[in-house]
Structure formats: structure tokens, C-alpha cells
């Protein structure tokens, strides 16, 4: 079993939806919990990133972490067409070395 | 201004042979990466480096060696090339204790 799971999709929504992007992972010693976005044939970017649990927003998006459950989301409004990527979150512990544990992705494409 | 940069961005190959990728950052990042994405876009770790010294050596065939000339880069020579090593290969970098880590644009490994 892998370290931090993610439904694949692929997922395909209208422009202007509401997206919901989700992880679970089973180390409870993770700390710090990222988001990519990935274009196709491109390198990962960081599009967010949040320690510990809570909520954090940034125009669009929203990453949301809740530890009790080993549960991440990321939300996307009002989607657009440039939106269509794969969204991988990754996680890490605490003073590990920076070690990165990612999920499989998620294919999303946003029809206009 | 490319800020991690890899090279070659595609090579193509027949079993047996050796091969080398250049990885170069100019972000000023103590740390850097390799990182293998397998046909189904899950990203694994093989190696990371911090100040030019070996800190993460995951579970990768002994075929794979990195080399750190200096800091700003992280070539990876793969000897014996097998149908299976055939994937994208993304270096990345940060700095040491931070979360974000910035990707290259891939090297599109194909062994035939």
C-alpha cells in the first residue's frame, strides 16, 4: 500500500465549476502537505502548500488538511480551461531531509 | 530564465547502452533531486543531495549513479539500460528545511 493515495480520475467538469481534489495518507507523522500541478509533458509547480492541519486560500484555490482523518483536499472555483492539468499532492515529515511522498495524480480537464 | 533545467529533454536508446542526464539549477538551492514518474504519473524518489553529500538513496538498482559536482547540479548516469528504466526522470531542487521544491521539465527516458 502506498504511502498517500489519490484517485486518478480522470476527472472533467464545465467551466466555472467547483473542484474537489482529494488524498489520504496513512503517516500520521506527516507535517507538511503540498499541491502540484502538473501540464502535460511539463514539470511539476507548486501551487500550494500548508503545514499542520487548517485552511489556506489563495485566489482560486483553497488546500484544506484535516490530520485526525489523514485527509487532504484541494478546491478549485469558478474553474477555468486553463485549470486542466494533473494535481498531485505530496507530503512530508518533519526534519527527514526534505523527503517528498507523492500521490498518483489526478487528471483534470475543464471544458469550456 | 530557466530555474532547473535538465538535459536532454528526450532521449531514445537500445538496451545495454549507458546514458547520462545533466541536471542544473540556478535558484542557489543546497538540495537537489531525482525523482523517476512511471507511465501512470506516480513520482518517486531515487536520490537526493544536500551540499554536494548523498542524503536520500531510495531503493533504485545500483545500475543508477548520481554525481554532484557542486551544488547547482545533479547529473544521474544509468548504466545498462533495461526496457524498464524507460520513464520521465525529473530533477528538482530546494533549499534544505523548506517544502518547496522546484521540478525541471523532464527527461522522457525510452529504452528499446
Known amino acids: 500500500q502506498k504511502e498517500v493515495e489519490q484517485d486518478p480520475g480522470p476527472l472533467s467538469v464545465p467551466e466555472g465549476a467547483i473542484v474537489s481534489l482529494n488524498c489520504t495518507y496513512s503517516n500520521s507523522a506527516f507535517q507538511y502537505f503540498m499541491w502540484y500541478r502538473q501540464y502535460s509533458r511539463k514539470g511539476p509547480e507548486l501551487l500550494m502548500y500548508t503545514y499542520s492541519s487548517g485552511n489556506k486560500e489563495d485566489g482560486r484555490f483553497t488546500a484544506q488538511v484535516d490530520k485526525s482523518s489523514k485527509y487532504i483536499s484541494l478546491f478549485i472555483r469558478d474553474s477555468q480551461p486553463s485549470d486542466s492539468a494533473t494535481y498531485l499532492c505530496?507530503?512530508?515529515?518533519?526534519?527527514?531531509?526534505?523527503?517528498?511522498?507523492f500521490g498518483t495524480g489526478t487528471s483534470l480537464t475543464v471544458i469550456p | 530564465d530557466t530555474a532547473v533545467s535538465q538535459t536532454p529533454k528526450y532521449l531514445v536508446t537500445q538496451m545495454g547502452n549507458d546514458k547520462s542526464i545533466k541536471c542544473e539549477q540556478n535558484l542557489g538551492h543546497d538540495t537537489m533531486y531525482w525523482y523517476k514518474q512511471d507511465s501512470k504519473k506516480f513520482l518517486k524518489i531515487m536520490f537526493s543531495?544536500?551540499?554536494?553529500?548523498?542524503?536520500i538513496n531510495e531503493t533504485v538498482p545500483n545500475r543508477f549513479s548520481p554525481k554532484s559536482p557542486d551544488k547547482a547540479h545533479l547529473n544521474l548516469h544509468i548504466n545498462s539500460l533495461e526496457l524498464g528504466d524507460s520513464a520521465v526522470y525529473f530533477c528538482?531542487?530546494?533549499?534544505?528545511?523548506?517544502?518547496?521544491?522546484?521540478f525541471g521539465q523532464g527527461t522522457r527516458l525510452t529504452v528499446v
Open positions: 505530496a507530503m512530508s515529515e518533519e526534519d527527514t531531509g526534505n523527503q517528498f511522498y
Open positions: 528538482a531542487s530546494s533549499q534544505w528545511g523548506r517544502t518547496e521544491a522546484f
Open positions: 543531495y544536500n551540499n554536494k553529500e548523498l542524503i
